[in-house]
């Protein structure tokens, strides 16, 4: 990828296999406990490296805010929980689920949780079907 | 089973929370439920109504639960007033013709306006309060007389009490000088006596409401495009707009001409159990009159709906009258009353205490007996309200003197001494017991959980500051741990960190904590790492530490675009770089303003267009303001003896060479500081953390001050003192702070902190930062040498790193490509966000 200063860059040709994957970038390219924002197809994906190396996929769209931050939100664990906290107005996402954590008892907010893996040094992903 | 009908004539706030609660309770289905609101808005907050001039939206007042009706057993039809109660054939008929049939109907139809018979009240330019749609009247009135009015605009509130009262902060809002009538001897007749009224009146002319009480108006004229009010002690008054708010009168027509009983001066009769004189029919609210009386207030409206929804469940609860109790912030001024606060219980004793220089007056009502607390009256400081309320009808905790007095000396009036039945809510009912059975039963940890599973706090939200105290009566360990990480509280970390120089976080969290940290924990770390030894954090495993305003060097906004703040020290800026700041605006698209701090915000910059905007200001000679940062953010100058006719010293030279200095410092929450070239005050130092005014005799040194919403004067540490005195103990304060103050706390409540236990915080302030009389003077002499040393501004620096630029990118595997979800629309010449698509709400 090329650094920020060069905004006039091309999105890179994404290659989708078969089975629905798409490759969004090398795996040293998520770091440790932060996340990066990923375009597969329309689809915006926020991709989080846990500290043991584990590699999750969500939605990017807060839906609490509408904005598409997820992905810049402090990556840590709530109990035994995975977990990333919007960067907006702070409500903490269980990565494994998608489920907000800090909703209302009452009510059930969840972000889309889409397939992710790691083949030969990169990052795949199989975005779900009408998520954004 | 076919399910029965339940009509409710009304969608105002009793109305749907009636609809909302027999929606709750009724878990098999019986029932389903039709609404007909005659506005053309669903049910919203009536009680806020003025913070509509504040900029709250109509949607934000919006009071209908999500999902209300979304489902087939509710539905809500808006501008159908019904016209037509066909009590024989059981349907209604609204004015559209809809024709309803019910088995249960419900009449919530509150109230109207009552306007006395003044000449002149029909004029254009008189309104009621009480609608949103009598609110944009009122607004679009204010504007159409700004056109030809010069000078202050005046408007006139008829009524004194409390709806008039917020008619006229909203007036007040609206921009125009407010003259309140009441026709009683002082204002909120039925809420305060007469010296409480004095001491309101005293407050509210402070902020120049003109009160002419134990009058009336005698007639309305109009005078071109004005009008002048003459009232009946002579005093006539030339005005802009007129505002009703007299009172209101139950809406009762409907029913009156359906046959129901009607009281003789108005109001549905309806029985303990809100039924009227036809079975099928119920009345709740400020339309109905329960036991001979109508009741103008939400709480009594909210507790008669939960008995009409548990009496068609079946139930037998009864209404049986309703606490009247009041708190309100009426523009800043607090007023509450609580109980039998007027002393009509007979034998009752009234135990006063008025401080006529802090324009306070607070009172208690106890039984003849002074066993029992009645009620009581506070205007100036209601601080107290909270705890003094819900002891109403108890026996008195101790010397009502004493509980009166500041700080209540040595009477335990915390929630802890309260009874089970006690109610802590009294906007929605809710009692200790309750409170503390929901901890148990939904293991409730915090304050939120305890709001959205009670609604304790979510109307008026005066009680919120006692739903923690009951957290741990409940067993619930309110500890001072920072989170669940780390049972340390921020102070103790921070001696950690640096007695065992700890240099990241996994180190602290394993041996000191436990779990991969959260958003709580981990930038509290990054500040401490940042504050000690290692500099500001941005690189390898730090930088996950990092908020994303400290990840990204700038502001997050509600779109997720950033805002830019370069640093103007002092406040202080060359033409050139004015004209760059511009450019690089207009070449981006980005929205400008003039903050507080005196320097220029740029808004709406993309992830991948700050470091090319860092480029521009950067190669004109700027660099980051840390507006982003917990960290110092301007020292805002007046322009002193250099230009002043009156400066005494050169406050814009002191203010840059402080800002300087400081810049970059990483602390629990942000800095400002302020510097005046005299004591006019120019730069308002005094509402600063460090607030410097210079006199005759050298710098005058304040700390501990705080704008905001709970604004502090700072206090007067230093008099008379050289710069270098001066800078040495500016020094010492701030890494006094550093090191000691908890995640979040402002100087001001770190200040405050100090005085714990009886001791002087000011004194001890001075003892420590210029007689070191804990001997760490040297110690944080070279903290801040390193500061100050190893300061570089951190855009430059990310500029200059392509490791760090990598981040800079809207998307891994599209780095140039905007987010798409980005839109805006002009306003007033400038771009506005457009968030789309539908957002959960947020509980708070």
Redesign the interface.
């Known amino acids: 990828m090329t650094a920020g200063l060069d905004t006039g860059s091309r999105p890179s040709t994404a290659t989708r296999p078969a089975q629905g994957w798409t490759m969004v970038c090398r795996s040293a390219d998520v770091p440790v406990e932060r996340g990066v924002a990923a375009l597969v197809g329309d689809v915006q994906v926020a991709i989080f490296r846990t500290y043991d190396g584990a590699v999750f996929a969500v939605g990017n769209r807060d839906p609490f805010s509408g904005a598409y931050v997820i992905s810049r939100g402090i990556v840590g664990t709530r109990g035994d929980a995975p977990t990333v906290t919007s960067p907006m107005l702070k409500q903490v996402f269980d990565l494994r689920s998608g489920r907000c954590l800090d909703a209302a008892l009452d009510s059930e907010v969840t972000l889309p949780v889409h397939a992710v893996r790691e083949r030969d040094g990169f990052v795949e992903v199989a975005a779900a079907e009408g998520s954004g | 089973m076919q399910s029965e009908q339940v009509v409710v004539v009304g969608n105002g706030m009793v109305g749907q929370r009636f609809v909302e609660t027999l929606l709750a309770r009724d878990t098999d289905g019986r029932f389903a439920i039709t609404a007909l609101g005659e506005e053309s808005r669903r049910a919203y907050d009536r009680v806020a109504l003025s913070s509509y001039f504040d900029g709250v939206s109509a949607d934000e007042l919006d009071v209908v639960a999500?999902g209300t009706y979304e489902s087939s057993r509710a539905a809500l039809h808006l501008c159908e007033q019904v016209t037509n109660i066909d009590r024989g054939a059981k349907e209604v008929t609204t004015v559209s013709g809809r024709v309803v049939a019910y088995d249960h109907l419900v009449l919530a139809t509150g109230s109207y306006p009552f306007v006395p018979p003044v000449p002149g009240r029909d004029l254009e330019g008189c309104f009621v309060y009480r609608t949103l749609d009598d609110l944009d009247a009122i607004r679009s009135a204010a504007a159409a007389a700004a056109e030809h009015t010069h000078g202050r605009r005046a408007g006139l509130v008829v009524g004194g009490g409390l709806l008039g009262l917020e008619a006229a902060r909203a007036l007040r809002l609206l921009g125009m000088s407010p003259h309140v009538v009441e026709l009683a001897p002082r204002l909120m007749p039925l809420q305060v006596d007469d010296q409480g009224g004095a001491v309101l009146k005293r407050l509210i002319e402070d902020l120049t409401v003109t009160v002419h009480a134990g009058t009336s108006v005698a007639s309305i004229v109009r005078d071109g495009d004005r009008m002048i009010a003459t009232l009946g002690n002579g005093v006539e008054l030339d005005l802009d707009v007129v505002v009703f708010s007299a009172g209101i009168r139950p809406r009762d027509q409907l029913a009156l001409e359906s046959g129901l009983a009607v009281g003789e001066r108005g109001g549905i009769v309806v029985d303990s159990t809100c039924r009227t004189s036809d079975e099928s029919i119920w009345s709740i609210g400020e339309c109905a009159l329960v036991n001979g009386k109508i009741y103008g207030l939400v709480a009594p409206g909210y507790a008669m709906a939960e008995v009409v929804a548990d009496r068609l469940l079946g139930g037998s609860t009864e209404f049986t009258g309703a606490d009247l109790s009041t708190k309100l912030k009426l523009m800043g001024v607090d007023v509450a009353s609580f109980g039998d606060a007027l002393a009509t219980t007979e034998g009752a004793l009234e135990v006063r205490l008025e401080n006529p220089v802090e324009n306070t007056y607070a009172k208690l009502v106890v039984s003849d007996d002074a066993t029992t607390l009645l009620g009581g009256i506070l205007v100036g400081d209601a601080s107290k309200y909270a705890s003094l309320r819900p002891l109403v009808g108890g026996p008195l905790p101790g010397d009502p003197v004493a509980m009166l007095a500041p700080g209540g000396a040595g009477v335990a009036l915390g929630p802890g001494a309260l009874p089970r039945d006690a109610q802590i809510c009294s906007c929605n009912d809710v009692t200790k017991g309750a409170i503390l059975d929901a901890i148990v039963e939904?293991s409730l940890t915090d304050v939120?959980?305890i709001k959205?599973?009670t609604r304790a706090g979510t109307t008026c939200g005066s009680c919120v500051n006692l739903l923690k105290p009951l957290l741990a009566e409940a067993g619930v360990e309110v500890s001072k741990a920072l989170c669940?990480?780390f049972d340390a509280s921020r102070t103790e970390l921070f001696e950690r960190v640096r007695t065992e120089r700890i240099a990241t976080f996994s180190e602290l969290v394993q041996r000191h904590g436990r779990?991969?940290?959260?958003?709580i924990c981990?930038?509290v770390v990054a500040s401490i790492l940042a504050s000690l030894e290692h500099g500001y954090v941005l690189d390898g495993?730090q930088?996950?530490?990092?908020?994303?305003n400290d990840?990204?060097l700038a502001n997050?906004q509600?779109?997720?675009t950033y805002s830019v703040v370069p640093r103007i020290p002092g406040g202080e800026i060359t033409p050139e770089k004015l004209i760059v700041i511009g450019e690089v605006a207009r070449e981006f698209g980005l929205y400008t303003k003039i903050t507080g701090g005196q320097r220029i915000d740029l808004f709406g910059a993309r992830?991948?267009?700050?470091?090319?905007i860092w480029?521009r200001l950067v190669a004109a000679g700027m660099e980051s303001g840390h507006a982003y940062g917990k960290a110092l953010r301007t020292v805002k100058s007046c322009v002193g003896s250099t230009w002043c006719r009156y400066g005494v010293q050169d406050s814009v030279g002191l203010a840059v060479d402080l800002e300087l200095r400081y810049r970059g410092i990483r602390s629990p929450h942000k800095i400002k500081a302020g510097v005046s070239g005299c004591a006019r005050e120019c730069a308002e130092a005094q509402s600063k953390d460090i607030g410097v005014i210079a006199t005759e005799a050298g710098w005058n040194l304040y700390v501990g001050g705080n704008g905001g919403a709970r604004p502090r004067h700072a206090d007067l540490l230093l008099t008379g003192v050289d710069t270098e005195t001066l800078v040495r103990t500016i020094d010492r304060f701030i890494m006094f702070y550093v090191r000691t103050a908890d995640r979040l706390q402002r100087t001001s409540t770190w200040l405050e902190s100090l005085s714990a236990g009886g001791q002087d915080g000011l004194d001890y302030l001075r003892q420590v930062l210029v007689h070191d009389s804990l001997g760490i003077a040297a110690e944080l002499d070279a903290a801040m040498e390193l500061h100050v040393g190893r300061y570089s501004d951190e855009w430059a620096d990310t500029l200059a790193d392509?490791d760090r630029?990598?981040?800079?990118?809207?998307?891994?595997?599209?780095?140039?490509?905007p987010?798409?979800?980005i839109q805006w629309t002009p306003e007033r010449g400038q771009i506005k966000p457009l968030?789309?698509?539908?957002?959960?709400e947020?509980?708070r």
């Open positions: 999500p939904h939120a959980g959205a599973c669940e990480h779990g991969r940290g959260c958003d981990k930038p495993e930088a996950g530490l990092q908020d994303t990840h990204f997050l509600k779109n997720g992830v991948e267009q700050l470091p090319s480029q392509p630029l990598r981040r800079f990118a809207s998307f891994v595997n599209a780095p140039g490509t987010d798409p979800s968030i789309a698509g539908p957002t959960v947020v509980v």
